[in-house]
Nanobody
Framework: QVHLVESGGGLVQAGGSLRLSCAVS????????MGWYRQAPGKQREFVAG???????NFADSVKGRFTISRDNAKNTVYLQMNSLKPEDTAVYFC????????????????WGQGTQVTVSS
């Protein structure tokens, strides 16, 4: 059973930065693509960023140029570095396993973790 623990969220002012971490257990992390999603109140969960097992990445248009995704296979951890944060980035952020095909991340149908809250004030 895959277990995901997100951390690193908090309250920041617009223009600030946060680094989220996701610790993964119960899977072959090194061969899995990983992704970050977010969900704001009243909205559907949306894709934010993905990374392949080999380190290829893609991003939602809304975060391109501001967010980066990385992974440390030795630590079974994926990161989301968020810079130039905007109030509209406020959401609960989740990590998830996926696959990678034609430079695109596709989620696997695993259970979701608790997520970590990111709140960006103006």
């Amino acid at each position: 059973q895959v277990h995901l623990v997100e951390s690193g969220g908090g309250l920041v002012q617009a223009g600030g930065s946060l680094r989220l971490s996701c610790a993964v257990s119960g899977s072959t992390f090194s061969i899995d693509a990983m992704g970050w999603y977010r969900q704001a109140p009243g909205k559907q969960r949306e894709f934010v960023a993905g990374i392949s097992s080999g380190g290829s990445t893609n991003f939602a248009d809304s975060v391109k140029g501001r967010f980066t995704i990385s992974r440390d296979n030795a630590k079974n951890t994926v990161y989301l570095q968020m810079n130039s944060l905007k109030p509209e980035d406020t959401a609960v952020y989740f990590c998830h396993r996926g696959t990678w095909y034609r430079d695109t991340y596709y989620p696997k149908y695993d259970s979701w973790g608790q997520g970590t809250q990111v709140t960006v004030s103006s």
